[in-house]
């Protein structure tokens, strides 16, 4: 029973975490499509 | 096989499990999710694989027999986009679905919820793109690499089709996220990276490149979509564009998804040839290196696919010897693999036959790549039925056979039952028999000069054409037995033990079987962890 206040703790460290680097790996994903673009409209050629 | 534990039905009773329609439509289960990225996988093959064998139809002899030109070219078009998007991508998503979590001692996928949109995404992207059969225009004919300025030719389906591709972008990637989410947060304490099962270790670096490349995919279309009907010209040469920029666009993405559709195959691989050589993988860290190597190599060899677009000398030998470096590390794993079964205590059961079989028809798939990647050669062979042999090597025998080896290897595990080894042995014989009757003679059609997409073909090719759609309706409908053992297993198959693999080691394996519908609850201990731990 002590440990359930531990244990809750981690749990929502670890929801926060898990949310976090969703977070940055779809915005990783969208500056890969908008860079890709944004290359093509500056006339960037590979 | 080794009983070590009979089956234990009761826990099925007290899973809570939704029923009916509702369980499969706001599934958050990984093992929910799995299966059905599994089943909609298969359907897509069936349909993907009836176009292939229109193809072959129409290419059993010389002239026009079945179809026009134009529905040929939607046959080629609609079935690349099947078996990559729908076909081979959900099978892995769906085997990383089914296994990860097990595999690393995680309850589920970090992201449930995400985890059902992600899937649920695919049948509408799929319906649409199958619809633009029926509207006036037609399917997309212009291949799977939609190059401009053909693609933009399109009819009333284009915008449906570059919706349906942003559409399977979007499943991917937020599949991927799901997967690199779990692996870097979910593992049970005592699973470190460098302890994990290589299906997770395959399966993370294919994230990365998931993340990375599918949103140029979408980009690349959206700036078709502009062009289309919003007067930009980013691919227009009238207006001040460039088409070979779309190419160069094109294969950034294009290549990292080559490896995207086989890096889990070498997880797979390397999962099954331990188990049945009753030895540890040999050179564990260095199949991780190896694959992360090849992973960053993907990114800097794209424009070998276009060495006839005319590249400055200095370009052509960068993407030649980048190309021709991807041998090193892949060779690596295919000495492991060999070493892992050097002095083996090796069985033959029908996971071990399809990786075997990946292991020799993949090396060949790899070998003819290192010719392509000859600049001067690759004049020859380019747009030719070298090229077609080539990929298919790769993509059939390699990305496919390691699904149907993964298939055979767990489903004890999934469904609680064995399926019927005499069949899937049939069923791998025919396959590779099929396979091989089919692809290899399309190396020979290619040296000798038939361009692929083409209907119709000089009579000089008669014969070896005859040959290989011999073989695809061999291949083709022996596939009808592998649905035949999946069913008849899962139905009616003899009571699965809990190891049913005499060398198996990883977590997936410590719990009873059939897995539980809710799974890893509780953390595994230290003691499991380290018996799990095989390589």
């Given amino acids: 029973m002590t440990n359930e206040p531990v244990q809750a703790d981690e749990g929502r460290d670890r929801s926060r975490r898990v949310r976090r680097n969703a977070l940055v790996l779809g915005l990783v994903a969208f500056a890969f499509y908008a860079a890709f673009i944004l290359m093509a409209v500056t006339g960037i050629r590979g | 096989m080794a009983n070590t534990t009979h089956v234990d039905h009761a826990h099925v009773h007290d899973e809570h499990k939704p029923y009916g329609l509702k369980r499969w439509l706001y599934a958050t289960n990984h093992k929910d999710i799995g299966t059905m990225y599994l089943v909609f996988a298969c359907v897509m093959f069936f349909?993907?694989?009836?176009?292939?064998?229109?193809?072959?139809?129409?290419?059993?002899?010389?002239?026009?027999?079945?179809?026009?030109?134009?529905?040929?070219?939607?046959?080629?078009?609609?079935?690349?986009?099947?078996?990559?998007?729908?076909?081979?991508?959900?099978?892995?998503?769906?085997?990383?679905?089914?296994?990860?979590?097990?595999?690393?001692?995680?309850?589920?996928?970090?992201?449930?919820?995400?985890?059902?949109?992600?899937?649920?995404?695919?049948?509408?992207?799929?319906?649409?793109?199958?619809?633009?059969?029926?509207?006036?225009?037609?399917?997309?004919?212009?291949?799977?690499?939609?190059?401009?300025?053909?693609?933009?030719?399109?009819?009333?389906?284009f915008p449906m089709m570059i919706f349906a591709i942003h559409l399977m972008g979007a499943s991917s990637i937020l599949g991927a996220i799901n997967v690199i989410v779990t692996i870097m947060n979910m593992r049970a304490p005592g699973v470190g990276l460098l302890n994990m099962p290589l299906f997770c270790w395959t399966w993370l670096i294919t994230a990365y490149l998931l993340i990375a490349v599918m949103p140029v995919l979408a980009g690349a279309v959206t700036m078709l979509l502009t062009d289309h009907y919003f007067g930009t010209s980013f691919f227009n040469a009238a207006g001040g564009g460039d088409p070979v920029m779309f190419q160069h666009i094109f294969w950034f993405f294009g290549h990292p998804e080559v490896y995207i559709?086989?890096?889990?195959?070498?997880?797979?691989?390397?999962?099954?040839?331990?188990?049945?050589?009753?030895?540890?993988?040999?050179?564990?860290?260095?199949?991780?290196?190896?694959?992360?190597?090849?992973?960053?190599?993907?990114?800097?060899?794209?424009?070998?696919?276009?060495?006839?677009?005319?590249?400055?000398?200095?370009?052509?030998?960068?993407?030649?010897?980048?190309?021709?470096?991807?041998?090193?590390?892949?060779?690596v794993k295919v000495f492991n693999w060999c070493a892992t079964m050097w002095k083996g205590s090796l069985t033959f059961?029908?996971?071990?036959?399809?990786?075997?079989?990946?292991?020799?028809?993949?090396?060949?798939?790899?070998?003819?790549?290192?010719?392509?990647?000859?600049?001067?050669?690759?004049?020859?062979?380019?747009?030719?039925?070298?090229?077609?042999?080539?990929?298919?090597?790769?993509?059939?025998?390699?990305?496919?056979?390691?699904?149907?080896?993964?298939?055979?290897?767990?489903?004890?595990?999934?469904?609680?039952?064995?399926?019927?080894?005499?069949?899937?042995?049939?069923?791998?014989?025919?396959?590779?028999?099929?396979?091989?009757?089919?692809?290899?003679?399309?190396?020979?059609?290619?040296?000798?000069?038939?361009?692929?997409?083409?209907?119709?073909?000089?009579?000089?090719?008669?014969?070896?054409?005859?040959?290989?759609?011999?073989?695809?309706?061999?291949?083709?409908?022996?596939?009808l037995l592998f649905v035949y053992v999946v069913w008849n297993a899962v139905k009616s198959g003899a009571p699965a033990p809990q190891r049913p693999w005499e060398g198996a080691h990883g977590l997936e394996w410590e719990l009873p079987t059939p897995a539980p519908y809710h799974s890893w609850g509780e953390p595994p201990p230290p003691s499991v962890i380290a018996r799990g731990a095989g390589h």
């Fill in chain 2, 47 to 157: 349909i993907g694989g009836a176009m292939a064998l229109v193809i072959r139809a129409e290419l059993f002899q010389p002239g026009l027999q079945f179809i026009d030109p134009q529905f040929y070219n939607s046959m080629t078009t609609v079935h690349a986009l099947l078996m990559i998007f729908g076909g081979v991508m959900p099978a892995w998503t769906g085997l990383a679905n089914w296994m990860i979590p097990l595999q690393v001692g995680a309850p589920d996928m970090a992201l449930p919820r995400l985890n059902n949109f992600s899937f649920w995404i695919l049948p509408f992207a799929f319906t649409l793109l199958l619809l633009t059969f029926f509207v006036p225009g037609g399917a997309p004919a212009g291949g799977w690499t939609l190059y401009p300025p053909l693609s933009l030719q399109m009819g009333d389906g």
């Fill in chain 2, 261 to 331: 559709l086989i890096l889990p195959a070498f997880g797979i691989v390397s999962e099954i040839i331990p188990t049945f050589s009753r030895k540890p993988l040999f050179g564990y860290e260095t199949m991780v290196y190896a694959t992360a190597s090849i992973a960053f190599l993907s990114f800097i060899v794209w424009a070998h696919h276009m060495f006839t677009v005319g590249m400055p000398l200095a370009g052509q030998l960068f993407f030649m010897l980048s190309t021709m470096l991807i041998a090193v590390p892949t060779g």
């Fill in chain 2, 349 to 479: 059961e029908t996971p071990m036959l399809f990786a075997l079989a990946f292991l020799f028809l993949f090396t060949i798939g790899g070998l003819s790549g290192l010719m392509l990647a000859i600049v001067p050669a690759d004049f020859q062979y380019h747009d030719s039925y070298f090229v077609v042999a080539h990929f298919h090597y790769v993509l059939v025998p390699g990305a496919v056979f390691a699904i149907m080896a993964g298939v055979y290897y767990w489903l004890p595990k999934w469904s609680g039952h064995m399926y019927n080894e005499k069949v899937g042995k049939v069923h791998f014989w025919l396959s590779t028999i099929g396979v091989n009757v089919l692809f290899f003679p399309q190396h020979f059609l290619g040296l000798a000069g038939m361009p692929r997409r083409i209907p119709d073909y000089s009579t000089q090719f008669a014969d070896w054409n005859m040959v290989s759609s011999v073989g695809a309706f061999i291949y083709g409908f022996s596939q």
